[in-house]
Nanobody, 129 residues
Framework: QVHLVESGGGSVQAGGSLRLSCAAA?????????LGWFRQAPGKEREAVAT???????TYADSHQGRFTISRENAKNTLYLQMDGLKPEDTAMYYC??????????????????????WGQGTQVTVSS
């Protein structure tokens, strides 16, 4: 069981930056999880932003590489998403997600929302033009 709590969302103007955080708590300290950021805009499907596995290997959805940076600090059980150069189309609810890591996880699986079985409540990001 993994409990995820996101923070750091808010309203910014286009070109601004935000840093999202996700605090993870697990009762199973012997397991390792792949963590990811996803987002969902009104009327759209949930999409991957970026994921990072237990070894720190990062996978970005193609459209988000360059402006967004994902990182994890295992000592603090915290996942981050640094978002720079924000655009109005980045407006969405941003979710943190976790899944038990395996070395056989493919890139497609890492970026697939259906692969993840633990989700936070989300944090809203609104970018105005």
């Amino acid at each position: 069981q993994v409990h995820l709590v996101e923070s750091g969302g808010g309203s910014v103007q286009a070109g601004g930056s935000l840093r999202l955080s996700c605090a993870a708590a697990s009762q199973d300290t012997d397991s390792f999880y792949c963590l990811g950021w996803f987002r969902q805009a009104p009327g759209k499907e949930r999409e991957a932003v970026a994921t990072v596995d237990v070894h720190g290997r990062v996978t970005y959805a193609d459209s988000h590489q360059g402006r967004f940076t994902i990182s994890r600090e295992n000592a603090k059980n915290t996942l981050y998403l640094q978002m720079d150069g924000l655009k109005p189309e980045d407006t969405a609810m941003y979710y943190c997600a976790a899944v038990l890591w395996t070395p056989f996880m493919t890139t497609a699986e890492a970026l697939g929302a259906s692969s993840y079985n633990y989700w936070g409540q989300g944090t809203q990001v609104t970018v105005s033009s």
